[in-house]
T-cell receptor, first 114, second 113 residues
């Protein structure tokens, strides 16, 4: 069985401070992991993905995530938040391929305070 | 270079009516997907298609019908709309499948009264 848990439904940070969005997964295999961002009234956009290459993955807009197999985690970070980062973020796990083995977390809403 | 488009963007209908949501992509991606997004559930897969004329059920297919006669189009039909189908619907496409990036449309907000 597999699942993905986003540990915080809402995170609030001040502009210029670090961002940490937490994601834990369970998988019986070596999964592919993704982070997507959704701005208001928009579709989802890929931030980054892990597919068993380097464990530290760099994405767009200064975001990165580290795959930690021992902790079954794939947390998303950014050193310095920008106002434009305010959005909903989804952690997604794909296990064994196939559309029915793709699971979305329930999302973390990031608020950036000026 | 429209990418992936959905129409309509907003739709209000009544219980029992048939509604079709359209999805069109210009990349010739093999895979296409329909999701619904509801508070507290993230995105849930309704149906997907690996190629023209090949479709399969996702997590929540009941009450929905899809077809894919052409690679670029993947319409989703609610045969008899119910209030529980009020949601935001997203179409997505992917070149090779779920190990690869999915590209999402802007969504259709459907309200069933």
């Amino acid at each position: 069985a597999q699942s993905v848990t986003q540990l915080d439904s809402h995170v609030s940070v001040s502009e210029g401070t670090p961002v940490l969005l937490r994601c834990n997964y369970s998988s019986s295999y070596s999964p592919s992991l993704f982070w997507y961002v959704q701005h208001p009234n928009k579709g989802l956009q890929l931030l980054l993905k892990y597919t068993s290459a380097a464990t530290l993955v760099k994405g767009i807009n200064g975001f990165e995530a580290e795959f930690k197999k021992s902790e079954t985690s794939f947390h998303l970070t950014k050193p310095s938040a920008h106002m434009s980062d305010a959005a909903e973020y989804f952690c997604v796990v794909s296990d064994q391929g196939g559309a029915n083995n793709l699971f979305f977390g329930t999302g973390t809403r990031l608020t950036v305070i000026p | 270079d429209a990418g992936i488009t959905q129409s309509p963007r907003y739709k209000i209908t009544e219980t029992g009516r048939q509604v079709t949501l359209m999805c069109h992509q210009t990349w010739s991606h093999s895979y296409m997907f329909w999701y619904r997004q509801d508070l507290g559930h993230g995105l849930r897969l309704i149906y997907y298609s690996a190629a023209a004329d090949i479709t399969d059920k996702g997590e929540v297919p009941d009450g929905y019908v899809v077809s894919r006669s052409k690679t670029e189009n993947f319409p989703l039909t609610l045969e008899s709309a119910t209030r529980s189908q009020t949601s935001v619907y997203f179409c997505a496409s992917s070149l090779l499948g779920t190990y690869n990036e999915q590209f999402f449309g802007p969504g259709t907000r459907l309200t069933v009264l």
